[in-house]
């Protein structure tokens, strides 16, 4: 099992990006995947659950509004789009299949 995130870096306030996790050795379609973000010496925190059907679960308030998930099962990939992003949105973004596995982490640094 592996699923290893992409597409952090350095935005402004204001704009957008859109994370990947790519994932492997499992069937995607049959889990929901996690977006947790953490900084550091703060607790992680679970932003939303990309569900295998439906709206996303859990979306945090910190992030409503702004973000949201999706999934291409065909190509094993989830998505979290993050859009009016701010400062404070700075963080090491991760997916988790959840319950268990997590990706490494990517880089999101929002600042002018």
């Known amino acids: 099992v592996r699923l290893v995130e992409s597409g952090g870096g350095l935005v402004h306030p204001g704009g957008s990006l859109r994370l990947s996790c790519e994932t492997s050795?499992?069937?995607?379609?049959?889990?929901?995947i996690n977006w947790y973000r953490q900084v550091p010496g703060k607790e992680r925190e679970l932003i939303l659950s990309?569900?295998?059907?439906?709206?996303?679960?859990n979306v945090a308030n910190s992030v409503k509004g702004r973000f949201t998930g999706s999934r291409n099962d065909d190509w094993n990939i989830v998505y979290l789009q993050m859009n009016n992003l701010k400062p404070e949105d700075t963080a090491i973004y991760y997916c988790?299949?959840?319950?268990?596995?997590w990706g490494p982490g990517t880089q999101v640094t929002v600042s002018s």
């Open positions: 988790n299949r959840v319950g268990d596995y």
């Open positions: 050795g499992f069937t995607l379609s049959l889990y929901t």
């Open positions: 990309v569900e295998r059907s439906g709206p996303d679960r």
